[in-house]
């Protein structure tokens, strides 16, 4: 009798393991495919007022958050789209906000606000609008902008080079490309030099392996009495992108004419970066993958990667077996790009079968 009642005992303790163990796994995952667009660091103040009304306050925060996020997301051409949304359409986006800090000075009401934007309500609002967004993808750029005069038939690349000396005076927090550019090198200016008469044609290949970085931007800026050409060769793993560009009347003297000039070459490389990772919202893939569960580490490491890619649109769990979580995917992209983009993050699929398996 004893031993029968522990065995019964144990096999209820059992099943209230497993079903507690799924319940963790529901609704963690519930949890994570509410993916959202973190906002930090809006600044807003006002003065302390009789009708001062602090509602009005985070109403500016969430419309500055919101024109934040789609310089972040989107291309320059596509900005004026959105310009007259309604603040009742930005809340209706809004996951959460929170205060990180607020205080008042000198009668002025200041406040640092965090905005929490839904993912997925975004891109439909973007879907609507006709504008496919890009993935929010930081990289690193070696910047390399090489003043060419045409008159003397000369080029320098770091000295009197007002491009080079005021690069990084202007920057914003939308930029997704941080330039690294180098310190003054010799051996790099003998090289360029010695590829003066084909420079245009120039590949610039053992320059960049020598900063070991994947992307780089060469400016060619010819310079003569008339006109100002720049040539961009912007280069990334997989591609070399040809922009050019002339501009009249630009003179080097003029800091605003030089201001200008960095804050358009600025756009036009940023947009060609979001076009290279560009998300096709349109293209919904659905996927079913099975996932073994008794490897904890591997379903929390899973769902992890899923919420941090932007183009995983949703997932959640589809449902149960003894042995395995089926996860429900839709994917913005082709069942070749979902499996190469999870292959750079170590994750190898067996998609024999209608039903992917985790390997």
């Given amino acids: 009798m004893g031993f029968r009642y522990t065995m019964h005992y144990l096999k209820k303790l059992y099943i209230f393991f497993i079903i507690l163990a799924l319940t963790i796994f ?7 495919e509410s993916k959202s667009f973190e906002i930090k660091n809006i600044e807003i103040s006002e003065p302390f007022v009789n ?18 996020l789609i310089y972040i997301l989107t291309k320059s051409s596509d900005f004026k789209k959105v310009e007259n949304v309604k603040l009742k359409e930005i809340k209706s986006m809004i996951n959460s906000f929170s205060i990180q800090e607020e205080k008042f000075i000198d009668q002025t009401y200041y ?11 975004i891109f439909e609002y973007l879907e609507k609008k006709n504008i496919f967004p890009s993935q929010i993808n930081k990289k690193k750029f070696l910047f390399k902008p090489i003043l060419i005069d045409e008159k003397i038939t000369d080029l320098t690349i770091f000295s009197n080079n007002q491009i080079y000396d005021n690069w990084n005076e202007y920057l914003k927090k939308h930029h997704l490309i941080e330039y690294v550019l180098p310190t003054e090198d010799l ?5 360029i030099k ?22 780089g931007i060469i400016a060619l800026i010819f310079k003569n009495e008339s006109k100002l050409r720049v040539l961009s060769k912007i280069i990334t793993k997989n591609k ?9 009347d630009l003179d ?19 947009d060609t970066w979001k076009e290279y990772n560009q998300i096709n919202t349109s293209i919904k893939l659905p996927l079913v993958i099975r996932v073994d569960y008794q490897d904890f580490k591997k379903i929390t490491n899973f ?40 292959k750079t993050k170590n994750y190898l699929f067996n998609t024999e079968k209608k039903i992917w398996i985790l390997k």
């Fill in 111 to 121: 406040v640092n606000l965090g905005v929490s934007f839904n993912k997925k309500r």
């Fill in 187 to 191: 051996e790099d200016l003998t090289l």
């Fill in 51 to 68: 009708n001062f009304d602090k509602k009005t306050v985070f109403d500016k925060g969430f419309k500055e958050a919101f024109s934040e």
């Fill in 252 to 270: 080097f003297r003029d800091p605003q004419k030089i201001e200008y000039l960095i804050n358009y070459l600025k756009r036009t490389y940023e």
């Fill in 194 to 215: 010695k590829n003066y008469d084909d420079i245009e044609k120039y590949d610039f290949k053992e320059i960049l392996k020598k900063y070991y970085l994947d992307n």
């Fill in 240 to 248: 070399v992108v040809i922009k050019n560009d002339t501009f009249d």
């Fill in 26 to 32: 529901f609704f963690s995952t519930t949890k994570v």
């Fill in 303 to 342: 769902e992890k990667i899923l919420n941090e890619l932007d183009l995983v649109n949703y997932f959640s769990i589809q449902k149960f077996s003894k042995k395995d979580i089926f996860y429900e995917i839709i994917f913005n992209g082709t069942p070749n790009d979902f499996i190469n983009l999870m």
